[in-house]
């Protein structure tokens, strides 16, 4: 990830719109900022969302609240509590989250 003509600033996460995205079950809600190339967001789910997806871009990933559960394509399963974090490159492994409870990620991808 190259970082570039970035200039610093702040977020306030809650002055962000939010968007819906509907999940095999249960909803996701980002709150999104783009800079150049690289995006960053806030997402909260629903307890009992599940990606209706497997997705294959690279993400940084930290659980601020609650308790993601990701299922690798090979069969391999993980799971983030708070102030847990993942790393997977584009097209490396695809992925899809499910969330028994309400939780919150921080995303750059």
């Known amino acids: 990830m190259l970082m570039s003509n970035i200039p610093f600033g702040s977020t306030d996460w809650s002055t962000i719109e939010r968007t819906e995205h509907k999940g095999e079950c249960g909803m996701a809600y980002w709150r999104t900022q783009n800079f150049g190339n690289i995006r960053v967001r806030m997402v909260d789910y629903t307890a009992g969302y599940l990606a209706d997806h ?30 847990m974090s993942y790393q997977v490159a584009d097209n490396a492994e695809p992925h899809r989250s499910s969330t028994p409870v309400e939780t919150r990620l921080f995303i750059v991808d």
């Open 54 to 83: 497997w997705c294959s871009k690279g993400h940084i990933l930290l659980c601020i609240e609650g308790e993601l559960h990701t299922e690798l394509e090979d069969g391999r399963n993980f799971v983030l509590t708070a102030g």
